[in-house]
């Protein structure tokens, strides 16, 4: 559930805490990003935190809601991090892999299969600080998301 935003940075990425039961699935609140006209994302950093029992067979599980899946591209990310920052020591993976209309969207990412960016520094899995989902829009339009029920598993 994603009952609270204490620890986390969100003031670069506006997110806010939702508590319309239409827009949560676990808890009593969702994280929600009114999107800017450009670009359709989520980001939270955060503490590290170790994730490295997860990842030979784990995945990253959470609830994705788009208002509108039409005004998404497909070119976007789901991306994890290290560095605490974007594009720095992360792992990737093609958002229209898991994330795949308009509605709730449960997502199990699997962990063995993130790709890296080779320009920098590996993943670092005892120290993950950064989860961000990246999709552009199309015709610069605005898209709603809510995300929920983050954590990470061995299990579907």
Known sequence: ACETLDGARVDWVPVYLNTNPA?????S?????QNAM????FALQFEATDISDFMENGYLHLWVYVTDYNLSSVNGQIEISSSGYADTNELHWNVA???IGTGWNEVFV???QGIENQADAPFDPTQ???IRIFVPTTDGKYNTVYIDDIYFCTMK
């Open 38 to 41: 450009d670009l359709q994302w």
């Open 128 to 130: 993950l600080k950064f």
């Open 23 to 27: 827009f949560v699935k676990e808890g």
């Open 97 to 99: 892999d898991y994330i």
């Open 110 to 112: 699997p962990l063995s």
């Open 29 to 33: 609140a969702s994280i929600k990003r």
